[in-house]
Structure formats: structure tokens, C-alpha cells
């Protein structure tokens, strides 16, 4: 059975990107178990651990901009008209 947490030793992925946003927020709530337990036993957390959980939140950050931006686009679209009439790529200011 895996642990509620994530200690330091174990596995973590290299590449977050790949993982899908279910197993992403999953190991996010196993990595900040894990913070909650160091502070209680420890009085601080590992090094490792909160590097873990900033590259969790870096990842969790680009996909929230990233959807937001989707999202704008799809707005901005509406407004335009719909399928066939595009508003210019300069609007967006670059494409994802």
C-alpha cells in the first residue's frame, strides 16, 4: 500500500508535465501530508520536501494559466462570432 504521504525517499517524477492533473493533485496532497508531519515531528520540514512541493506548485500554477488562458480565448471567440470569424492572433498575444 502506498503511504498518505511522501517521504523523502521516495520516488517522485522528473517530469511533472506528463502526469495527468488527477494524479498531479494526488501527489500534491501526499507531498503537503508530508510537510504537516515534519513540521509536527521535526518542528520543520525536509529540504527535499519543500523542493518537492514548490515544483508541484510551479506545475499547478502553468496549468492554471494555462486553462485560464483557454478559457479567455474561448470568450474572446464568442464574442467574434463563432467557427470562421477569428479575432487576430496578435489579440492573444501568442498562442499555447
Keep these: 500500500m502506498r503511504h498518505r504521504h511522501l517521504p523523502p525517499a521516495d520516488e517522485f517524477p522528473v517530469e511533472l508535465a506528463l502526469l495527468g492533473d488527477p494524479e498531479l493533485l494526488a501527489l500534491y496532497g ?3 501530508r508530508q510537510l504537516e508531519r ?10 527535499e ?3 518537492r512541493l514548490e515544483e508541484l506548485r510551479v506545475e ?5 494559466s494555462r486553462d485560464a488562458l483557454k478559457a479567455s480565448k474561448r470568450r474572446i ?3 467574434y462570432g463563432g467557427i470562421g ?4 492572433d496578435s489579440l492573444y498575444g501568442g498562442d499555447f
Design 85 to 88: 470569424s477569428e479575432p487576430p
Design 60 to 64: 499547478l500554477d502553468r496549468r492554471d
Design 49 to 51: 520536501t519543500e523542493f
Design 77 to 79: 471567440r464568442g464574442l
Design 38 to 47: 515534519e513540521s509536527i515531528q521535526f518542528g520543520a520540514a525536509e529540504p
Design 30 to 32: 501526499r507531498a503537503m
